[in-house]
């Protein structure tokens, strides 16, 4: 019987080993933690993994609506300041207000519905919307808790949150521009003039006028096409050392620099960005030629040249 003995500590001792484990690893970690992973993949650009987190949160035991709200409210955040899904964005929003309606996210949760609606092209809801939300209580014009007030429109408030979100939709080297606040000043004053302008637009009925509806859909087409030529040409461009090296071996003569009428030749290092920059062109060239040859293949597409030939004599 005593042979056995061993075996079962060992299993024993095993068992309560996996158990140990479990009880550090297997536990979903605090909301806390989880907030400073969701800052993590915010800082790597991860935006639709750390939205993804907070919903996931929202459904958490233990939390009370107000706490779900707020988890809501950050997710709805993230999708519409950091990727611009405004669809996603305003269905957290929405679960905001059924969690905690009546709360102090009530107005800036309107406010932001809106202008998901907005961005959607649904001016006509996001007009309807706005007229419910300020119909029902013209006081809830104030800003969350907290929240520093820059200027006011009316009975609408802007908040210095408000004003950094717009400065950060902004390239990165507009950005830079704003970042004392005397300019910070500046722009508010022109996102004021903006703003005020639009609603001037709206009332004039220039959301439905012919020639703007027609610029609007080029206008979006063509973003569309530099979308699918990023995606599709310059994402997969890849230049290899090898590749720079022989193109600056076969165009040495095209890197040489005159200074005070005398000639030198640049160095690989010297003219590496240059290279780079030539080799970029030229493949970007051979990639959209391929891509385009291939739309015309799939869409059987058929050019009738001889309509434009010069007619013989």
Known sequence: MKKYIPALLVLVLGLAGILYIKSIYGLPMSIEKQKQYVNSLLNKGLYRQASEVYEKLVDAPGLTAKQRANLAYLAGNIYMENSRDYESALADYLKVKVLAPDSELDNEVNQRSVECLERLGRSLDAQQE?????????????????????????????????????????????????????????????YIATELSYEKAKRKGYENDKDIVAQAFEAKKALMMQKLVKEEVEDNIN??????????????????????????????????????????????????????????????????????KAPKK
């Open 239 to 308: 230049i290899t050392d090898k590749e720079m090296e022989l193109y600056y071996e076969a165009h040495k003569k095209d890197f040489i620099e005159k200074k005070d009428k005398q000639e030198k030749q640049k160095t690989f290092d010297e003219a590496r960005d240059n290279i780079i920059n030539l080799l970029k062109g030229e493949k970007e060239k051979e990639l959209y030629k391929s891509l385009i040859l291939k739309l015309f293949q799939t869409e059987n597409v058929k050019i009738y040249d001889d309509l434009f």
């Open 130 to 190: 706005m007229e419910q939300y300020t119909s029902l209580d013209k006081g809830k014009a104030e800003p969350p808790k907290g929240s520093t007030v820059v200027a006011k429109i009316g009975n609408r408030s802007i908040t210095m949150d408000e004003l950094q979100r717009k400065i950060k939709e902004l390239p990165p080297y507009y950005q830079e521009l704003f970042k004392t606040r005397e300019k910070q000043l500046d722009f508010l004053q022109q």
